[in-house]
T-cell receptor
């Protein structure tokens, strides 16, 4: 089955600097890669996603890149702000109406923004 | 819209007791999922459903059962709770035509 590895487990950056979180996946059939942000005491919330037919996607200060050949995808946050402090999860999904439509998550990255 | 609602939000069980966690979504989503979240281990998939009347095992299904009798509800059952099942449980749903999943607020379960 699918296995998603996420690094680093913790990340501390100065406010205004950039943060990068990296993930790798194992199943070449996975074709959708969402990123979630989880704040303390809340459920994960989707912040950005990318499909396998796209190499990069950007939404304001957040961008995601995908390298299908290497099975790598990354989250980039620029001009970090205090409200970016949270736990971030990457995930891999094999979409489609099949029994394999599972969402498998990485182990999470705790991002702290230093003032 | 309420989105995804989990009931209860907190629960303490004694070892061997049983309970059912309820997940309800009002978005007419096909897919529903149950995850558990433990410190340092991220979100691990327990069971999931791709439609009413269907369920499938995830990564860590042992000790849990599920049912999806109605499209909007996904129930997670613990027949005989064990301390190893102490965790925060999250339910999620997603539509068949979109990728993003919506999560509930979680149920914090402690088994003593």
């Amino acid at each position: 089955g699918e296995n998603v590895e996420q690094h680093p487990s913790t990340l501390s950056v100065q406010e205004g600097d950039s943060a990068v979180i990296k993930c790798t996946y194992s199943d070449s059939a996975s074709n959708y890669f969402p990123w979630y942000k989880q704040e303390l005491g809340k459920g994960p919330q989707l912040i950005i996603d990318i499909r396998s037919n796209v190499g990069e996607k950007k939404d304001q200060r957040i961008a995601v890149t995908l390298n299908k050949t290497a099975k790598h995808f990354s989250l980039h946050i620029t001009e970090t702000q205090p409200e970016d402090s949270a736990v971030y999860f990457c995930a891999a999904v094999e979409s489609g109406y099949s029994s394999a439509s599972k969402i498998i998550f990485g182990s999470g990255t705790r991002l702290s923004i230093r003032p | 819209n309420a989105g995804v609602t989990q009931t209860p939000k907190f629960r303490v069980l004694k070892t061997g007791q049983s309970m059912t966690l309820l997940c309800a979504q009002d978005m007419n989503h096909e897919y529903m999922y149950w995850y558990r979240q433990d410190p340092g281990m991220g979100l691990r998939l327990i069971h999931y459903s791709v439609g009413e009347g269907t369920t499938a095992k995830g990564e860590v299904p042992d000790g849990y059962n599920v049912s999806r009798l109605k499209k909007q509800n996904f129930l997670l059952g613990l027949e005989s709770a064990a301390p190893s099942q102490t965790s925060v449980y999250f339910c999620a749903s997603r539509g068949s035509s979109s990728g993003g999943a919506f999560f509930g607020q979680g149920t914090r379960l402690t088994v003593v």
